[in-house]
C-alpha cells in the first residue's frame, strides 16, 4: 500500500465516521492546510458523502455474508 504523504502541518482536520450495521468501520479523514477551510454547505455534503460511502460498504457487507 502507498500512501499520500502531507508535506505541510494540517491546520484543518475532518473526520467523517464510516458506519456499518450501526458502527464505525471506518474514519474517513479530509485535512488542509488552511484554518477553517470548509463552509457549512461543503461539510453538509461532506457528510452525506460519507453516509453514502456507509450505505454502499453495507451493501458489500451484506452481498459478502459478512457482519461488521
Given at each position: 500500500e502507498?500512501?499520500?504523504v502531507w508535506s505541510r502541518t494540517?491546520?484543518?482536520w475532518l473526520?467523517?465516521?464510516l458506519l456499518v450495521d450501526g458502527?464505525?468501520?471506518a474514519v474517513l479523514g479530509i485535512v488542509s492546510s488552511q484554518d477553517d477551510p470548509f463552509t457549512d454547505e461543503?461539510?453538509?455534503m461532506l457528510e452525506l458523502f460519507g453516509q453514502d460511502i456507509?450505505?454502499?460498504l453495507g451493501i458489500?457487507?451484506?452481498r459478502?455474508?459478512?457482519s461488521s
Open positions: 502507498q500512501m499520500m494540517p491546520l484543518s473526520a467523517l465516521p458502527e464505525v468501520y461543503e461539510t453538509a456507509s450505505v454502499g458489500l457487507h451484506k459478502e455474508g459478512r
